[in-house]
Nanobody, 122 residues
Framework: QVQLVESGGGLVQPGGSLRLSCAASGTVFKIWTMGWYRQHPGKQRELVAIIDSDHGTDYLDSVKGRFTISRDDAKNTVYLQINNLKSEDTAVYYC????????????????WGTGTQVTVSS
């Protein structure tokens, strides 16, 4: 069983910064991709940033230059550094990871965290 646990959300003023963390626990043999999604009220979940096992990254166009995704493979943890927060960044942020939980690495599954609320308001 694999669990993803997010932390680091909260209430921040416009222009402020936050760092979100997501740690994978349980039976983890290899973590392929790790990503952050967000969901605004009444809208579909969207991919914000993703990092692969080679630490290659990609971002939603609207967050480029403000968001930085990174991972610590020794800790099975992915981070999202968010700078210059804007009101439109207010959303629930979800962690996602593609994980092989057996020695058969060709088998992998998507796992999700339960989400952490980020609210940007003065």
């Amino acid at each position: 069983q694999v669990q993803l646990v997010e932390s680091g959300g909260g209430l921040v003023q416009p222009g402020g910064s936050l760092r979100l963390s997501c740690a994978a626990s349980g039976t983890v043999f290899k973590i392929w991709t790790m990503g952050w999604y967000r969901q605004h009220p009444g809208k579909q979940r969207e991919l914000v940033a993703i990092i692969d096992s080679d630490h290659g990254t990609d971002y939603l166009d609207s967050v480029k230059g403000r968001f930085t995704i990174s991972r610590d493979d020794a800790k099975n943890t992915v981070y999202l550094q968010i700078n210059n927060l804007k009101s439109e960044d207010t959303a629930v942020y979800y962690c996602n990871a593609r994980i092989s939980n057996t020695i058969q690495l060709e088998r992998s599954y998507d796992y999700w965290g339960t989400g952490t609320q980020v609210t940007v308001s003065s």
